[in-house]
Every structure is written in C-alpha cells, then in structure tokens.
C-alpha cells in the first residue's frame, strides 16, 4: 500500500466514527423525552402520584378597590399615604369647591329673595283682599241702600197716588228706621278711620319693604353678573347641557320611531304611540333650549339683557320707594281723603234719614200734586242711583280679580321658593361628595394622584386593599387533584414572613387549563389538565399583603 492511498482511507474513519456518535447522541435524547413524557413512568420515577400529598405554589390575593370621585375638579388634599389603615367612610381626599361654595350662596340668596318676593305677594294679597272685600261690600251696601231708596221713593209715589193707608204709614216709619241704621254705620266708619291705622297694617306695611328690598338687591345682583359675563366653568356646564339633552334626543326619536311603527301595525295602543310623540317632542325642545343656552352663555349677555337688567333695578328702586311710602302713609294714619268721604257718606245717610222722616210725615197729611210731581221726579232719581250703583258693584267684582291674579304669584312665588331649596339641597349634595371617602376598609396599596391635580369623575386617586379575606389561587394538575374535595383543610406557608397558617378549599373553579401542551396520545399518554382552585385562609397574618408568594400543602387524598 503507497502512502497516497493511506491518508484516504485514515479520513473516511474517522468521519464514519464521528456519525456513529452523533447517531448515539440522538438516540439517547429520543429515549429520554420518551420516558419523561410518559406519566406512567413518570409516577413510577418518583413523581406526585394521584391521591397522594403533593405541594404547590400560587400567589396570595385580596378584593382591591379603587377609590374615585363622582365629580370633575382640582384635587385639594390625600389625606393618607401608602401603606396607611383606613376604615370604611373614612375620608381620604378631599377637592376644591369653591365653585360649589359659590354655587351655594347664590342659590341660597336666590331662595331667600323668592322667600322675600313670596312674603310680599301674601302681604300685598292680604292688603288688597281686604281692600277689595271692603269695596264690594261698599258697593254691595249702595247697591242696597239705592235699591231700598227706589223702593221708597216708589212706595212714596205709589202712596201719594193712592193715598196714603195704615200700612203705607208703617212702611215710611220702617223707612225712617232704615235710613237711621245706615247713618249710624256711616258715623261709626267715619269714626274708625278718624281713630287711625291698625298694628297689623302697619306691620304688614313694613314687610313690605323688606321684601322691596330683598327684591332690589336680587335684580342689581343679576345686573352685576350680566356685567361681568360668564365665567368658563359655565360654558364647560353649558356644553355638557348639550350633550346630555342630545342623547336624550336621540333616545327618545328612536323610540318614537319604534313605538310608532308598532302603532300603526296595531301591536300597541295609540296612547302609548301619542306618549313616544309627547316625550320625542320634549326632547328636541330641551335640546334646543340647551343649545340655546350654550349659544347665549358662549356669547355673553348682550347689552339688551343688560339694559333690561338696569331696568328691573330701576323698577325695584321704585317698588321699594312706593313700598316706604306706603309704610310711611299708614305710620301717618288714614289719608284725608278717605275721610272726606266718610264724611260724605254720613251726609248723604242724613240726607236719606231727612227724606225717609219726609215721605211719614206727607204719608201722615196726604198727598198734593206738587208732592206727587216730587215723588215722581225722586223714582226716576232712585232709579239712576240704582243703575250707577250696580256699576260701581260691577266695578268691585273686576277689581277682585287683580287679587286672583296676585295670588296666582304667589303660588309662582311658592314654586321658586321650592325649585331654590332644591338647587341648594342639590349643591349640598355636590359639596358632600367633595369629600371623598373609601368604601371599604382596608390598607392604602397604591396612590396615583397627588394635592394639585386636575381629577376626572371615576379617574382613581388611590387603591385600597381589603385586610381580610384573603385567598390563595393555585392551578393542580389534574391527575394530583384525585382524592381531594372543596372544603379539604390545607397549610399555607407564606416565605415571606416565614410563617404557615391553616386554610381550606373553598372553591374548585370549572374552567380548566393544559398541564402539559401536547396535542398527540403517544404510547397511550392523555393531554393532563390543570384545574384552579381557590384556598382561603382561616386567619389573617400580620404584615401579609396581596401578591406574596404562597405554598400550598396538599395532605394525601382518599381513595376514590
């Protein structure tokens, strides 16, 4: 053999060496994943074995909330830090309201002025009820004094005429006795208003003028803010106005449009059809009225609204002016021409006493024809009496009707009276969830906002972590779990506090997950699932927190 046919043949050893182990190589690492796949060796191998103790490691958990504010703003203060205990409607942080706080003393001078303008309208109610009582009853009295003096002037004719007779004569002396009664009431009116104003007038004059007042200040305080326009927290408001009322305009059309196809295909009465309408109707006034509202917040008051305003603290001014001067007349007493036509009417009652003593006597001598001429001229007199006196009476009745009016103000009054505790009871409401607090009590875990920023509703300011309840979440293998149950008392070690503590199975959750991700059933070998259980302590430790690691020990199972 010559060297050169040496070397190839040293070559081709050695490479045929080097894929002998290869191929070893590969076969030991088949047989390997063989005998590891196979849960039969496996058990056999010293592996947990079905029933029998086994120990796992899962996390320890607890019910974690986050505390947030129903309401946008600055956030004022935290009033905890992380790591705190706090207890359930503890407050934790609390915002700025000094919106809110404006917000409430507007409405409350806002109630109180309706308060003021409904007082006045009961007083002035009161006033001019009594005033127009008084005059009807006056009219009423002249409508009956003319009456009965047509009557007597009649009966007068009627004598004269006829002659006079025995009942004739009584009734000229019930005449006379008539006319004297109403003398005697118009002395003791005309001495009544002589005497002067009553307390209770004069007290009610004097509310009066609180409530003018009350009224001036509430219009130069709406001059004052038109003056000085809207600011941006009422145009954001505004703009969420119109948003709002959209959605509601775009819910109640479909439903309009829904329930009036059901209608017309008779599935649903007509009413309900005349309801949708009624509401969808609604809805797209209130969304023109927001956008009204955004349009004219947005553009601010115009100088029309602002001279309108100037105005009603002109009108107020006056009202108050009028109101001291109705105080000061009835301080002063009763006006000199009230009594002047007291006086009258005791002069016409006398007058009327003259004519009744008149008409006995010439029903006592008998008649002549100059008297019967008179008597006749005093019917057609009594008869115009008669006819201005119904006028008057007439008068009187439409003049009552201005205190309906009055007293429908009142019942306006009232109603803003009560829509102003409402929007005061509303700002309450805001001002209280000012003031946040934690729902639950518990350990602060996180915090995510600080003093100074700008929160939005539902955005978390901080976490807290409730103290008991915990639980331990592990996932078993399926093949482990034979022999165990819910209920099934357990030991938890937790290394990081180096302590253990008794547990159970509480709950063996349904869903299930792959042990081992193999899809084939090689040599017999099944896809092993893993089940999740849920372990719940039976005593909380000290110093234990959400997301330590937990070690679960399983006892052996009974044999199933």
Not at 83 to 102: H, K
Not at 321 to 333: F, I, L, P, V, W
Not at 460 to 479: C, F, K, M, T
Request: hydrophobic share 45%.
């Amino acid at each position: 053999m010559t060297e050169t046919d040496t070397v190839p043949r040293r070559s081709f050893g050695r490479i045929a060496g080097r894929l002998a182990l290869g191929v070893a190589v590969i076969g030991l690492f088949v047989l390997g994943f063989r005998l590891l796949a196979s849960p039969g060796r496996g058990a056999a191998d010293g592996g947990a074995v079905a029933g029998g103790a086994f120990t796992v490691d899962g996390t320890l958990e607890t019910d974690e909330v986050d505390v947030a504010s129903k309401l946008p703003g600055r956030l004022a203060r935290v009033l905890v830090e992380e790591g705190d205990a706090v207890s359930a409607g503890q407050v934790v942080a609390i915002l700025e309201a000094d919106e809110l706080d404006a917000k409430y003393d507007q409405g409350m001078a806002g109630m109180k002025a309706a308060e003021a303008q409904l007082e006045q309208g009961r007083i002035a109610v009161e006033l001019e009820g009594d005033k127009c009582e008084s005059q009807i009853h006056q009219a009423q009295a002249g409508v009956d004094a003319a009456r009965a003096t047509l009557g007597m002037a009649r009966a007068k004719l009627s004598a004269l005429e006829r002659g006079a007779r025995t009942q004739e004569k009584a009734q000229a002396q019930a005449g006379v006795d008539a006319a004297r009664a109403t003398l005697g009431m118009a002395q003791a009116k005309l001495s009544a208003l002589k005497e002067g104003v009553r307390p209770q007038e004069l007290a009610n004059a004097a509310a009066a003028v609180k409530g003018a007042e009350a009224a001036l200040g509430m219009a130069q305080a709406r001059l004052s803010a038109l003056k000085e326009g809207a600011r941006p927290q009422e145009i954001e408001q505004a703009k969420q106005g119109v948003e709002a009322a959209q959605a509601a305009y775009d819910t109640a059309k479909k439903t309009y449009q829904r329930v009036k196809g059901l209608a017309d295909e008779g599935l649903i009465a007509q009413q309900k059809a005349d309801e949708a309408e009624m509401a969808y109707r609604s809805a797209t006034a209130g969304l023109q009225a927001a956008k009204a509202k955004l349009e004219l917040v947005q553009a601010g008051a115009r100088a029309q609204e602002i001279d309108a305003a100037a105005e009603q603290v002109h009108q107020a001014q006056a009202a108050l002016d009028a109101a001291r001067n109705t105080y000061s007349m009835a301080k002063e007493g009763p006006r000199t021409q009230e009594i002047t036509a007291a006086e009258e009417q005791v002069r016409q009652a006398t007058a009327a006493l003259e004519v009744a003593k008149n008409t006995l006597a010439m029903a006592q001598e008998g008649p002549r024809h100059e008297e019967i001429d008179a008597a006749r001229q005093q019917v057609r007199q009594a008869q115009a009496g008669v006819d201005a006196a119904q006028r008057s009476f007439k008068l009187a009745q439409d003049a009552h009707l201005q205190v309906n009016i009055r007293q429908q103000d009142v019942k306006a009054a009232a109603q803003k009276v009560a829509a102003g505790a409402g929007t005061v009871r509303e700002v309450q409401a805001y001002q209280r969830q000012t003031r946040i607090v934690s729902p639950i009590s518990g350990r602060v875990t996180e915090r995510h906002c600080r003093g100074g920023e700008i929160i939005a509703p539902g955005y978390a300011i901080l976490s807290v972590a409730r103290e008991d309840g915990y639980r331990v979440h592990v996932y078993v293998d399926e093949s482990q779990f034979a022999g165990h149950h819910a209920g099934e008392a357990v030991q938890v070690t937790l290394p990081a506090l180096g302590s253990t503590v008794g547990g159970h199975i509480s709950r063996v959750l349904p869903a299930a997950d792959f042990a081992t991700k193999r899809a084939n059933n090689e040599r017999g070998s099944f896809d092993a699932r893993a089940l999740e259980l849920r372990i719940t302590l039976d005593h909380p430790l000290r110093d234990q927190a959400s997301g330590m690691t937990a070690r679960v020990q399983f006892p052996a199972g009974s044999a199933q």
